[in-house]
Structures are given as structure tokens and as C-alpha cells.
């Protein structure tokens, strides 16, 4: 192998390296840094200046002493590299197209060609990374500098190249974001996680990650500067608690190196190609060969340079938990729908003084939790006609029915829990909407009464055990609220506490449960959860201060009546799971987009139609309105017809706003 060409000529200022007739220029003041040019220079920043074609060359010569490839070449692509037998090649690349984040496939080779002209001009894949690691029956058996040893065996070989996070470090640090590997001069962190990939026959294995770690302030620039970048994994799979990858310890990555957080940091985790490592290893080929983790191959192919086009395309970051610390990912596009359905639903048709309660973004940040909510529990029921039977009003049902829809729709676990004394009427109200095509099957009924101290987190977690929650998320509609003096009041100052289970304590207990969130819905501040506006509700609201629930929710979603936010929930998860950036960021990049059961999800939202019958269903069972205790098609003393009805067709208007 021929060594590299190497001339020194110096001026004042500077000092002139020509390596394969490549003229590198370098301040005179660092001259005694690179005393042996060959072995010494590229350790620093030269190599980020270096074009491709020279970086190969030098490589090839193996004379570098750096561990991975972060930083160099700035601006164009480089690759992971997996190089299987040729029976296994058509396998591995459907593996990669099912899994686009973490294995964005750049090319396949021919068997046993050791170039790829659309990569590269001049490269040799069995030189021309850093260090290999080859790999029998799944176990790594090593490492080299060079796979030329076995050209026989890669005659019948496939190399594949797949994009790399390296690539984007240069576009994030042009949007003003420090790379925290590149300043700490080592390796980008990896890590595997819980979260299983598609496979495809032999190969199936956990998604990987690279962690960066990046300043709060920044954290939409990051994700804006990388999502369009879908060669080189695209936008973040994850922001916030590495737990919620199963990832245990961010100082003991499984590849490459610790990455230290500054104060102020947040972990945002991006796709990572040794997933294609991974599953090397799972599929136990006899032989297989792929680069050692951050030592990429460098391409010739410059970085695009990507003008995001519309608000569908624009990604916003939303903070939807403090413990563990969680944020989501949303289209600019689906989250100004979102706020769009919040101004609906916050006009005041009873004049009660509501507006004053009204929290901008709290159904968007809500509907984001919920979004990633495995499985929800449901809670409704105001006894507000304490001397009829049922006592129950008929604001609040059909809402909580219209968010159980749109998560059976979406194939969430949703259970609803209600007073004992009120299970029968629930129970025959619930099989009445399954039978009106409302409910796709019977949602689980639930009932709680305190027994013990811990009966709460008995009721939440397996065991009472706070790890282990059967419910990330509780909502409660139009659910009547405990106030400060312990009582529950309807609005005219009616203490209706023997009506009323002490479903609070499960609002209570969920604050002190990691990863369990909490959402009320309320139109008059009596509710469950309206305790974070209490001070306002005492202020502006009629009896308010009495009557104000004390029991606070992290998100309060206020509305002119209760069955809308409802409504609005239902329409925002839809919105939100048809955002294919939201999509993507909840599947974590890998399996593919869920948008051919768009359908299913649209034909669960309520309709004028199927809330007239369920309204009428409820009357049937002497379920009145709230104001005006009467039997006739209202709710809240308002007419179904031109209100209820004129506000479900808008809220369905501008969830259909713009779609093709």
C-alpha cells in the first residue's frame, strides 16, 4: 500500500500540508502539533475540512489513531456498514424498509462488489473504514483494520450502507446547537432499548440510539434542523427520560462512549444504524461483517440542505411530563388544528363567567399525553338532581363515551369507574352505545370506595406497586369535584356528598405515581380537576367560593359544557394520530406509519347522529339536563338542535379542514 503523499510549505501565517495533492491550510501557530502530519494531524479539527476521497485514502493507509468518525468530512453523508451472505441480502433489506429510522438503506451492493460508484468514486469497502468487527453464528469473533483477508469469502457477500446520525452533526451545529460529542472529543453514545423493531424472517431485534445531549431552549431547533434529514435517521425518536426506553444508565452506553449532559441538558435520542449490528447478531449468520460502532464509512454525497415547506412538515416540541421528564412531537399544523378546537369548544352559552378559566394549550398538551398512553381510565358523573333518581345530569356521559370511542379505535385498553350506586344506569347506557354503533364493544365498568389508607394505590398499580401502573392516564368529565372543606357541591351550593364516591383520591394518589398523568374537563369549576384554576373559579365564578373543586389535574380543559371538551379530546387524538410526524415519533421510527387505519379512527369521532340517539338513549333512562332538570333533547338547559348539534359539526369541520 502505498503511503500518503505528504509536503509542507510555510508562510507567516500559515503552513501548507498537501496530502494526495489536497492542499490543507493550517494556522502556523499549531505547526509543532502536527509534527508527524500522517499520524498527528487528523486527531484534531483538519479532519472536518478534509474532503471524502482524502479521508478514504488516509484511512486506507491506516495511520489514523482517532476511535470513530464524529466531525469529520463536515457536511457530507456517512454510513453504517453491514456486509451479509447474498441468501440473506433480500431479507435484510426488506428488515431495513420496515425499519426506515434506525436502517435508511443509502445502497446495496452487487455480491462482491467492493465499490459503490453512488457513494463514492474511488472507494474500496474492505478498506475504507476505520475498524470492522466480523461476526460467527451472532458472536463477535473481532476486530480489523481490513476485511481484504477474506475477498474470497466476499465474493458471495452484500454490503449494505445505511445513513448515519454523523451526517446531521453539522446542520445541528449550524442551528446554533452545541454537539456535546464533538466538543467532548469522543464517540457518540448508544444505546439498546425496549422497543422492539419490525422483523422481517431471521431478522428481529431492539431498536438502538444514539444520545445527544442538548440545551432546553434548543430543543425544537434540533428536531427542526434534523427531521428532514431522513438519510441520516431524521428527527428524534425520543426526548426526556431515557427510562422510557429501557434504558437504565446513560453513563454506561452499550457502543461508543459516555457523553457528559451540561446543566440544563436535555437526553434526545435519535435512531441508530447499529440496529443493523443488532440484528447481525439475532439473525447468528455463519459470517457477517459490519464497521465497529463510530467508525463510519465516508461518503461523496453532500448533505441536502432541506427548506421545510409547510406547516405539515414544520415539527413543534411539547413538554407533556415532569416525571419522569417527557416531550412530544407534533406537527406546527396538527397543533394549531388542535388549538383551533380549543377555541371552539371555550365559548361561554350559559354566561357563567368561564372564560375567565380558560387555559390556552391545555387540550393540546392533554391530547399529546394521552397520545402516548397505553391505557386510560375514564371517570364521569355529577349527581347534581339530588331529588330525582337517577340523580345524574346528562353533561358528562356522552363525552366520556366519545373519548372511549376514539381509544378503542385506536386499540388502547380505556376503562371508565363511576359511583356504585350508579353501576346499573352505567352499565345499560354503555350497552346501548355499543348497540348504536357509539362503542365498538362494552367498556369496562369500575367502581372505587375507600377501604384503607392505600386503597387508591391498590386500585391504580398491581400490588401498590407505583412501578408497575395499570393506567398512564385519567380523565375525568364533568365529574363532580371535592372542595376545599372536604364536601361536593352542585352550582347552586348543594352539598351532594352521600351521592358521591370519593373518586378524587385516585387524582390525588396518580400525583404521586411516575408516568401517570391526569386530565379534567369541567365547565363551571366544581369538577374533578379543576383545582388548578380554584382561585380564579372563587373569583369569577357564582358560589365559587364554595364550591370550587380543590383537587387539581395536570391538565384542565375548560369548555362551555363538559360533553364538548369531550368531543374536542376525541377529534385532537384523531388529528393527532393522523400527523405523520407524531406518528412517527410514537412508533419510534421503526414498523410503519398506522395512516391506512385512518377510516376506522374517522367513523369513532361523535356525530350529530350518533350523539342525538345517545342523547335520546339517556333521556329514556331519566337522565336529565343539568340546568333545567328536564326530560326534553338539551343538555346544560341548551337545545341539542342548533347548539350541541351546530358544535359538533364545526369541531368535525376543522378536524377535516385541509385534509384530501
Known amino acids: 500500500m502505498l503511503e500518503p503523499s505528504v509536503s509542507i510549505h510555510f508562510s507567516s501565517k500559515v503552513f501548507a500540508v498537501t496530502v494526495f495533492q489536497e492542499d490543507i491550510k493550517i494556522p502556523v501557530g499549531q505547526k509543532a502539533f502536527y509534527t508527524s502530519f500522517a499520524e498527528e494531524m487528523f486527531v484534531t479539527g483538519g479532519l472536518k475540512s478534509l474532503l471524502p476521497h482524502v479521508l478514504r485514502r488516509i484511512i486506507r493507509c491506516n495511520r489514523l489513531s482517532i476511535s470513530n468518525t464524529s466531525g469529520m468530512a463536515e457536511g457530507y453523508k456517512q454510513a453504517n456498514v453491514v456486509i451479509l451472505h447474498k441468501s440473506l441480502a433480500d431479507d435484510f433489506e426488506k428488515f431495513c424498509h420496515a425499519n426506515a429510522g434506525p436502517l435508511p438503506l443509502l445502497c446495496r451492493s452487487k455480491p462482491g462488489d467492493w465499490k459503490c460508484p453512488s457513494l463514492s468514486g474511488d472507494s474500496d469497502i474492505r478498506t475504507d473504514c476505520l475498524q470492522y468487527r466480523i461476526y460467527e453464528h451472532g458472536a463477535c469473533t473481532g476486530t480489523l483494520k481490513s476485511l481484504k483477508e477474506y475477498s474470497e469469502q466476499l465474493k458471495d457477500m452484500v454490503t449494505f450502507y445505511l445513513g448515519c446520525s454523523f451526517s446531521f452533526e453539522k446542520a445541528v451545529q449550524n442551528a446554533g446547537i452545541p454537539v456535546r460529542n464533538v466538543e467532548q472529543k469522543c ?27 442538548i440545551p432546553e431552549s434548543k430543543l425544537e431547533a434540533a428536531v427542526l434542523a434534523t427531521s428532514e434529514l431522513k438519510e441520516a435517521h431524521g428527527a428524534p425518536i425520543h426526548v426526556g427520560d431515557p427510562g422510557l426506553l429501557g434504558i437504565q444508565d446513560l453513563s454506561k452506553p452499550d457502543y461508543g462512549d459516555p457523553v457528559h449532559l451540561h446543566p440544563g441538558d436535555i437526553p434526545v435520542f435519535w435512531a441508530c444504524g447499529v440496529t443493523g449490528v443488532e440484528a447481525v447478531i439475532n439473525c447468528r449468520a455463519p459470517l457477517a461483517f459490519t464497521h465497529s460502532p463510530g467508525c463510519m464509512f465516508i461518503t461523496d454525497l453532500k448533505n441536502d440542505n432541506v427548506t421545510v415547506r ?57 391530547c399529546l399525553s394521552i397520545s402516548h398512553a397505553r391505557s386510560v381510565l375514564i371517570t364521569t358523573g355529577f349527581p347534581t338532581h339530588f331529588t330525582y333518581e337517577p340523580p345524574e345530569e346528562n353533561d358528562g356521559p356522552p363525552g366520556a363515551l366519545a373519548i372511549a370511542a376514539i381509544l378503542q379505535a385506536l386499540e388502547k385498553e380505556v376503562a371508565i369507574v363511576t359511583d356504585q350506586r350508579a353501576m346499573n344506569l352505567n ?69 351532594i356528598k352521600h351521592l358521591v364516591d370519593p373518586i378524587d383520591e385516585l387524582f390525588l394518589a396518580a400525583q404521586t405515581i411516575p408516568g401517570v398523568a391526569t386530565t379534567g374537563v369541567g365547565d363551571g369549576g366544581n369538577e374533578l380537576g379543576m383545582g388548578k384554576v380554584k382561585d380564579t373559579v372563587k373569583k369569577h365564578i357564582k358560589n365559587g367560593d364554595v364550591i370550587a373543586c380543590d383537587v387539581e389535574a395536570d391538565f384542565t380543559i375548560v369548555a362551555g359544557v363538559s360533553n364538548w ?57 331519566g337522565v336529565r339536563s343539568g340546568k333545567t332538570a328536564s326530560l326534553e333533547m338539551e343538555v346544560d338547559g341548551l337545545p341539542f338542535y342548533d347548539t350541541h348539534s351546530v358544535m359538533i359539526e364545526k369541531l368535525l369541520q376543522e378536524v377535516q379542514r385541509g385534509l384530501s
Open 187 to 213: 464517540n457518540v453514545s448508544m444505546y439498546k432499548t425496549a422497543v422492539p423493531c419490525y422483523g422481517v424472517s431471521t431478522f428481529c431485534c431492539n431498536l438502538v440510539v444514539t444520545m445527544r445531549p
Open 310 to 366: 409547510s406547516s405539515k412538515e414544520v415539527p413543534q416540541v411539547h413538554c407533556v411530563s415532569q416525571d419522569p421528564l417527557h416531550y412530544s412531537i407534533v406537527s406546527a399544523e396538527a397543533a394549531q388544528k388542535i388549538k383551533n378546537l380549543e377555541t371552539l369548544i371555550g365559548i361561554d352559552p350559559g354566561d357563567r363567567g368561564i372564560i375567565h378559566l380558560l387555559r390556552q394549550d391545555e387540550l393540546l398538551k392533554a
Open 427 to 495: 352499565k345499560k347506557i354503555i350497552e346501548e352505545a355499543v348497540q348504536l354503533g357509539i362503542l365498538k364493544r362494552p367498556v369496562p365498568l369500575l367502581s372505587y370506595q375507600k377501604e384503607s389508607a392505600d386503597s387508591a394505590l391498590m386500585f391504580l398499580c398491581e400490588n401498590g406497586n407505583p412501578g408497575r401502573p395499570r393506567f398512564d392516564h385519567l380523565v375525568a368529565i364533568e365529574r363532580a369535584g371535592m372542595a376545599a372543606d372536604g364536601n361536593y357541591y352542585n352550582a347552586r351550593k348543594v352539598n
Open 565 to 621: 371538551g369531550g368531543y374536542a379530546i376525541a377529534c385532537a387524538l384523531y388529528i393527532l394520530s393522523t400527523c405523520e410526524i407524531h406518528d412517527r415519533y410514537l412508533r419510534k421510527a421503526v414498523g410503519f406509519p398506522q395512516i391506512s387505519k385512518k377510516m376506522g379512527w374517522l367513523s369513532a369521532l361523535p356525530s350529530v347522529t350518533k350523539e342525538e340517539k345517545l342523547l335520546k338513549t339517556l333521556v329514556r333512562h
